[in-house]
């Protein structure tokens, strides 16, 4: 990552002090003049999603004999349809919001999406789906790539990073994304008041504009509180969003309630990051009980995501609303001796929008052991993937954000049936 | 002896410890850098009694709720570590406890999911004479090991209960191994990603089924706790094979053992693990971005020596880490404020450098939440995301406030030391420069420092103006991008 941040640094400085002096971004503007906004919000599961847990090839025997603790019965799951293979699939009973949203067309499905040789480290792995590139986990990342295409001057609210720091896949050669973990606390505390306080921020706001001369190390902070001093006006405004209905009292939860609010504000934020953790299930993982671990993971995904489908439907954003998911991999298909699974390959992606074709993408693996299987690799352990990840980022690069995924993914992974966009 | 300039000592303490005291400087002040050097790795020589400190005046101050429990509240627990940042006398301990904290990264939130919130804080930072089942706490671990050896630490984290919960060691038997610490312990405890095979991760976990819990001890007084067991019945007692050398003479086969022998498997395996030529590498590495600079990559003569006295030494960590603090590389001017400091160190340093008295490091917990860096809680088995990944827009808002937020308490403190510097905005301003270091600041900003100290009213030098001035620009300071390098 060092070098890379490095380049950062190089290209950075000279297109910050650009994006400082730049206008507030014009989207009210252009939406009142009829252009339609697009929003990308890029949601990742960290440790590794149980996708088998998440939707459930329900009549799969080996489903069964191969987690015997942690098979969801058939009797519980929300059955949704059969893929085109036939393989009649079902989410995991939690999930009654994705199901509505599913009933409404909007929510796809990609099933078994991965890459060859897919690395079961969490690091690596994260790396790779971050930078879309397998043979180099050290490059920009995907979305860095794509925000650094766009025509200067960038706006320094492009981005809007809801972590608390700058995740890989926002990695930009010269775009420098802000980290607003709480956009309540993003902003300027002084020890005086009055006169006093003014003429401190009108000090920090001019040193923050400094740029030092070859410190290329020291320029990059700068950079960040020069970010940070000329975003907090609009995120202000973002603070004292009043949604349509209350978000649930979690952190993914807190942040899809800011990046809706973002959106309602049109402070002219393209593409956002929010993460939710846990997924990282080796042990006690508790599929079917309320409150179970992985229950509890699919309560905070299904409940916040509700929310924020429900709140831009109100407020008539949805059709301007992208959601794609990922996480690092998928998990052993057979359960381990502490009731839970270890790292394993392919895992199945969630596409949300107003405009998504929704329903099932590619097919589900055949649990069997036959070694003979083609779904299934590492003796027969881990589900192989089908569809490159690459196809589905393709897909969101050309058809949703409008730019070239050959040019931004170092190759053509289009794949026609990939049409949820 | 020579003694060593204050540049220099500066230096070496906010690399070797957390920036220093008044009390600190005068002290090694007076010796040569060789006579410092040794005396920081030595420093069990060094009494530690600074935990009875805690809560008497003319100290840092904890915040309680209650009984100030740090054995058994993560809080207090956190409050306990920042408040031995600031006063031990052992700097280099509480530094290497850090630095093994993040390289064996275990997060609290498992353990207390796992076991409940006391019992969480226990494993993570239980004293072990204070604690009724005498458990000694993960972070006491890397206290006491701070600087031994690296093969002994490795066993010891291996048999740490924070961490067999945190890694799932706990379950792992014969009929289901458990993948997750073998992982781990090579990808991130010795020989990095890249040394081992995915049938090396299904061999390793073979390796330690039967590395579990039991829970001795009684209830009633407080004595019942988790510790290790090894279980003879659970392991897998077939041969493991791997893709790297096992034993000194090649052989990367450990044999099959008897269960009740099948403990040494583990013991030969972090063996082999810790002599892998691999982890001198990897440590020499993390070593260098962590001490020495991450504003460029270490040589190779670096790595090579380092890895070198790590493998003659017997992986020695006091006897490398000497080598480290004496080496031309940390000297190298080069080096000087080439890291960027974490949050805990920004916080610690800023509190060493502005003044500390009556003000509580429990008013530093959520500013530190906010920066990034939550204590005993990293983000995952790989540690912090540490260089320029801490400097998001939010974190270093976070980090100009906690300087507000210490500049402000500090505000009176602040006034009446500098009030001998009071008669022109120029002595004042060169005052705190001087208090406050950070790498030089180029003209433009102290002229935006100066145009500060004039911009409300004429320069009095009185009290009132003092305090708002004072602690303004120690805001402006500490807050500074420049100060966030060390």
Known sequence: MKVTRRQFVKGGVAAFTVTFAAPEFLSDLARAQGAQVRNLVVLNLSGGNDALSMLIPYNDQFYYSRRPTLAVPAGQVLQIGSDSSNVALGLHPRLTGLKQIYDQGRLALIQRTGYENQSRSHFLGTDIWSTADPNNSQALGWVGRYLDSLPSPVDALVGWNATGALPHVLQAAHTAVPSIPNPATYAFSSPNAGNEATAERTAAVRIASHVPVNQPELAFVYETAAAAMSTLGRVATVATYAPTLTYPNSGLGAALRAVAGAMVRGIGTRVFYVTTGGFDTHSGQNTNAANGAYFNLMATLNDAVLAFYTDLKNQGLLDDTLVVSFSEFGRRISENGSQGTDHGAASTMLVMGGRVSGGLYGTAANLNMDPKNPTLENNNGDVHYETDFRSVYARVIDGWLGADSVRLLNGDFRKGSLNFL | ?486
């Open chain 2, 1 to 486: 002896m020579a003694r060593t300039s204050e540049r220099e000592l500066e230096h070496l303490l906010r690399r070797a410890g957390f920036g220093a005291r008044i009390d600190e400087l005068d002290m090694y002040g007076q010796m040569s850098v060789n006579e410092i050097v040794d005396t920081l790795v030595n420093f069990d020589g060094i009494v530690d009694d600074v935990d009875g400190n805690i809560g008497k005046p003319g100290y840092v101050q904890t915040t309680t709720r209650g009984v100030f429990s740090p054995n058994s509240n993560i809080t207090d627990a956190r409050q306990r570590w920042l408040f031995r940042m600031v006063h031990s006398d052992r700097p280099l301990q509480e530094k290497m406890a850090l630095f093994w904290h993040n390289h064996f990264a275990t997060g609290y939130s498992k353990i207390a999911g796992a076991l409940g919130a006391t019992e969480g804080t226990r494993y993570m930072a239980a004293k072990a004479a204070e604690d009724p089942g005498r458990v000694r706490g993960q972070i006491e671990l890397f206290r006491d090991m701070a600087l031994g050896r690296f093969h002994d630490l490795l066993l010891a984290v291996a048999k740490d209960a924070a961490m067999l919960v945190w890694l799932d060691g706990r379950t792992n038997t014969k009929a289901k191994p458990q993948e997750n610490f073998a992982r781990e312990i090579m990808e991130l405890f010795t020989m990095g990603v890249g040394n081992y095979t995915e049938p090396d991760v299904y061999a390793g976990a073979r390796v330690f089924t039967g590395w579990n819990l039991q829970r001795p001890g009684l209830a009633s007084d407080g004595s019942q706790h988790y510790e290790f067991i090894y279980v003879p019945a659970q392991h897998d007692t077939a041969a493991k094979t791997f893709s790297f050398p096992i034993y000194p003479d090649g052989s990367k086969t450990i044999p099959a053992r008897g269960q009740n022998d099948g403990m040494q498997d583990g013991i030969d395996f972090i063996n082999a693990l810790a002599a892998n030529p691999n982890t001198g590498r990897y440590l020499a590495k993390k070593l260098f971005r962590f001490f020495v600079s991450e504003f460029r990559e270490p040589d190779e003569s670096f790595v090579n020596r380092i890895a070198g006295v790590y493998s003659n030494s017997k992986f020695d960590m006091r006897i490398v880490m000497r080598e480290l603090l004496l080496s031309p590389e940390f000297w190298d001017p080069k080096s000087y404020w080439a890291r960027y400091s974490w949050p805990v160190e920004f916080v610690v340093r800023a509190l060493k450098d502005v003044g500390w008295r009556g003000f509580s490091v429990d008013s530093a917990l959520t500013p530190l939440s906010n920066m990034g860096q939550i204590m005993f809680d990293p983000p995952d088995v790989s540690g912090w995301d540490a260089g320029q990944s801490w400097f998001s827009s939010g974190a270093m808002l976070a980090r100009m406030n906690f300087a507000s937020t210490l500049a402000a308490n500090q505000k009176f403190n602040l006034a009446t030391s500098a009030k001998t510097a009071n008669k022109s905005p120029q002595s004042f301003m060169s005052y705190f420069m001087d208090a406050i270091a950070t790498p030089s600041v180029d003209g433009a900003v102290r002229s935006e420092w100066m145009t500060y100290l004039t911009a409300t009213g004429t320069w009095t030098g009185a009290d009132p103006q003092l305090q708002a001035k004072g602690s303004g620009l120690v805001h402006l300071i500490a807050g500074s991008p420049e100060y966030q390098l060390q």
